[in-house]
């Protein structure tokens, strides 16, 4: 299996820009996981889907963040208008039902907004 | 409400010698997971250890064993014979609920260097 794939890899863009940042789970898993990775803050969870549906987006810090699912093989993170306290690592994990549910996670974008 | 908490920001090991990375965790679920990441400098997160609630033995993976103690609420890695490639960052985390897609959080980390 290829693993979780997230594109791009790297992002800089200007603030007020539109940024989309994709990515696509292991075939078969049923949750799918947008998390935010900076110094001060560590990893948060931003939302998460299970089957497609978004289960919780208590973590999307502001309504400029909108996440979507369209399918089982891709979700997209989009924030617009990018602001500079966007710029973060963002990782997209995917899980299956099973018993422990271990993440694994992709490679992550790593978005500079200037 | 969940949480997370790593209090050790960074932590040095001698080669080959064993370290133990500490961390809390809160919840009021009786069915909840436990687990490790590591994550290196390249930025890759990786899945070490995992631990269910209603698990009577600790977990073990190869150099890695987690010391859980449930009414401590502790879920404590630990690494044995310390390797150099073990310097990375290391993340506890928690997922509330039993299987069937629950969130996963995770603490602050843990800085392990590893000297020669």
């Known amino acids: 299996d290829a693993g979780v794939i997230q594109s791009p890899r790297h992002e800089v863009t200007e603030m007020g820009q539109e940024v989309t940042l994709r990515c696509k789970p292991i075939?078969?898993?049923?949750?799918l996981f947008w998390y935010r990775q900076t110094m001060m803050r560590g990893l948060e969870l931003l939302i998460y889907f299970n089957n497609n549906v978004p289960i919780d987006d208590s973590g999307m810090p502001e309504d400029r963040f909108s996440a979507k699912m369209p399918n089982a093989s891709f979700s997209t993170l989009k924030i617009q208008p990018s602001e500079p306290r966007d710029s973060a690592v963002y990782f997209c994990?995917?899980?299956?039902?099973?018993?422990?549910?271990?993440?694994?996670f992709g490679s992550g974008t790593q978005l500079s907004v200037l | 409400a969940q949480k997370i908490t790593q209090t050790q920001p960074g932590m040095f090991v001698q080669e080959k010698e064993a370290v133990t990375l500490d961390c809390t965790y809160d919840t009021s679920d009786q069915s909840y997971g436990l687990f490790w990441y590591k994550q290196p400098s390249s930025g890759e997160m990786i899945f070490l250890i995992y631990?269910?609630?209603?698990?009577?033995q600790n977990a073990t993976e190869g150099r890695y064993s987690l010391n859980f103690q449930k009414a401590r609420k502790s879920a404590n890695l630990v690494i044995s014979a310390s390797q150099l490639g073990d310097s990375a960052m290391y993340f506890c985390?928690?997922?509330?609920?039993?299987?069937?897609?629950?969130?996963?959080?995770f603490g602050a980390g843990t800085r392990l260097f590893v000297k020669a």
């Open positions: 985390a928690m997922r509330e609920g039993g299987t069937g897609g629950f969130k996963t959080i």
């Open positions: 075939s078969g898993h049923n949750s």
């Open positions: 631990q269910g609630s209603y698990d009577e």
């Open positions: 994990a995917s899980s299956s039902y099973s018993r422990n549910e271990k993440l694994f």
